[in-house]
């Protein structure tokens, strides 16, 4: 199937009003199927790279609906949209580990075109990583390299906001009104939690702060918390 610029940003246009037409449905497929296949062919090549590393490497892909909700909550275009498809890897260290990490990752794929985001410089809403978007052809994807403590901190944002709206993770508020009082102020207090956490996290990567193991500890807490809060009222 032939594509462009232009019919995948039409297609996008499509997905936000939420009306597909057979032809749409056709195309996104195909596009999913460019999507998946570059995806496998980074995972890939980022496990044959650090196999001999103790690192974490998994491969993701948004689905229709959280493709959806990333174009209604941006001004991005679909054809922008570096993280439908991509890899996560999680450095089994600190700060030093994951810069090595992000100069093997972009050495490794010399031949595409490669963009560094660095979330520790510009967090997005306390979340930090560093991300290395993948360019081929028409086909973008990305590259997530998180230390433990970024990571242990984005799943516990990602915990909550199933709970209280995921809109929290992009500086909404949480939403909470349909739970009990008492489970209301522990997600309320959670969220808090993970917020000043966040701030906890970047003072304790520019050196202000060495409580890494006791942030690490605090992030599982709430993570715990927050998944026996969702298992009783599921």
Do not use: C
């Amino acid at each position: 199937m032939e594509l462009s610029r232009a019919r995948i940003d039409r297609l996008g246009e499509a997905i936000k009003s939420g009306e597909l037409n057979d032809v749409d449905q056709s195309v996104f497929n195909y596009l999913r199927s460019q999507w998946a296949e570059l995806g496998n062919e980074i995972s890939n090549k980022l496990m044959l790279e650090f196999d001999n590393d103790e690192f974490s490497v998994s491969l993701r892909l948004k689905n229709l609906e959280t493709i959806r909700a990333k174009l209604l909550r941006t001004t991005l275009r679909l054809s922008s949209l570096r993280d439908v498809v991509g890899a996560r890897i999680v450095v089994n260290e600190g700060l030093s580990r994951q810069n090595d990490t992000v100069l093997r990752s972009v050495a490794l794929f010399g031949d595409y075109a490669v963009k560094i985001i660095d979330r520790r410089e510009f967090p997005s809403f306390g979340y930090r990583a560093v991300h290395v978007e993948i360019r081929q052809g028409l086909y973008l994807g990305e590259i997530q390299i998180r230390t433990p403590l970024q990571h242990e901190w984005a799943r516990s944002m990602e915990s909550l906001a199933r709970l209280v709206s995921r809109e929290v993770r992009y500086g909404g508020e949480p939403v909470v009104d349909t739970y009990s009082p008492v489970v209301r102020n522990l997600l309320l207090n959670s969220y808090r939690n993970l917020v000043e956490l966040g701030r906890r996290i970047e003072m304790s990567e520019v050196g202000v702060l060495n409580d890494t193991a006791e942030l690490f500890q605090e992030l599982i807490t709430i993570n715990s918390l927050v998944i026996e809060i969702e298992r009783k009222v599921r």
